[in-house]
């Protein structure tokens, strides 16, 4: 810590500079005592035995193991400067100097990254991005096209979650007339689902001549994805008294028992009038676990809603506050190109998005909203 604090003072004349990377320095320390105090919490049997409390601290934890671990690397870079400044001082030998040289170029080089990636990790981030998602499609205007574009989103963020290495577990199927589906549910289970999903949800609407068009005219049709965190058990009580549980036969896929056995499970929950339903399992007990997770997940949304209603009235944020209206990008057939109008980027390969290559314009979407919330938090 002497050494940085040293070489900051040399190289940087602006006061306001100073103060700023001072702030940086003050708050590593206090980081660092509080992940050691973490390290040790999370290892007593008493709060082991709290489980809402344990996966919050070892949430906590993961987060400040990262940000200890980036100040570490800074702090060996500026010790990097510091010791190959003292070898140019003393050292004759020639070879010797230039390594010395080329180290501090190099460290003078990473500083300036290692110092925004701190800033980022010192940002709060959404306490949501950790958790599993719901996925929702369900077709907008446009019919029978309507619900084939559907399934094309479906299709295309099917294979972005297999290169992710995420698990895709549908839950209810209402399938178009023509083909795709006029709605989709399905679970995803992953590293950081909805940190990286929760881009997606808003209107979808797509340009080009539908199969069903003899003309050759190009129509306009639309899709609505919705990305919800996923509620453990512990994040949310929700009463068996206030659930009224309905079954049915299932009416989609499931081989011998569809219309033959009641698998198919309904919930309505009174208190808020959310109805969830699943008959994608040849067992009820099954069904029922899956909507119990969905129900929870729709109603601990409804809390997750004023929180991105909060952030939304400080911030031009990227993540749908629920406005189903909210169009967030195109797909033209005709031009072979896709527009984000969130951030006006459009790309000219549509054929690769379609297949599930969403992974640059996600990319793109966190960059801009992590420079908003830097804005925001003005570190």
Request: hydrophobic share 35%; with cysteine.
């Amino acid at each position: 810590m002497r050494y940085l604090s040293r070489l900051l003072l040399r190289n940087d004349n602006s006061r306001e500079t100073k103060m700023a990377q001072y702030e940086l320095l003050e708050k590593y320390e206090s980081i660092r005592h509080r992940f050691e105090e973490v390290e040790q919490q999370i290892t007593d049997p008493e709060i082991m035995s709290d489980m809402k409390r344990y996966v919050k601290l070892n949430q906590e934890y993961k987060n400040l193991e990262k940000l200890v671990a980036v100040f570490k690397e800074f702090k060996n870079l500026v010790d990097n400067i510091e010791s190959g400044k003292e070898m140019l001082a003393e050292e004759t030998d020639e070879e010797m100097r230039e390594m010395a040289r080329d180290e501090i170029e190099l460290s003078e080089k990473l500083i300036p990254e290692k110092e925004q990636e701190i800033k980022m990790l010192l940002v709060p981030a959404d306490p949501e991005d950790g958790k599993n998602a719901i996925l929702e499609i369900r077709a907008g205007t446009g019919g029978d096209e309507a619900s084939i574009f559907a399934g094309d989103l479906f299709r295309m963020y099917s294979k972005f979650f297999e290169t992710k290495g995420w698990r895709l577990d549908i839950t209810n199927v209402n399938e178009g007339t023509s083909g795709g589906y006029k709605e989709i549910v399905a679970n995803i289970k992953g590293e950081n689902v909805y940190g990286v999903m929760k881009y997606e949800s808003g209107v979808h609407r797509v340009q080009r001549v539908p199969q069903t068009e003899t003309q050759g005219r190009v129509h306009t049709s639309a899709a609505t994805v919705a990305v919800l965190p996923e509620a453990e058990e512990f994040d949310i009580d929700v009463k068996d008294s206030d659930i009224r549980k309905d079954t049915y036969c299932s009416s989609g896929p499931g081989g011998q028992s569809v219309n033959t056995t009641y698998s198919a499970i309904r919930l309505t929950h009174n208190p808020t009038g959310i109805v969830v339903t699943c008959q994608d399992q040849k067992s009820q007990l099954k069904n029922l676990a899956k909507a119990m997770i969905e129900l929870r997940s729709r109603i601990y949304a409804l809390e997750h809603q004023k929180y991105l209603d909060e952030i939304s009235s400080r911030r031009k944020t990227l993540v749908s506050t629920g406005d189903r209206s909210a169009k967030i990008r195109t797909y033209n057939w005709p031009q072979g190109r896709v527009t984000d109008h969130r951030i006006n980027l459009t790309m000219y390969n549509l054929q690769a998005i379609i297949n599930g290559d969403i992974e640059e314009i996600i990319e793109k979407l966190m960059i801009e909203e992590n420079a908003e919330r830097l804005k925001e938090a003005e570190i």
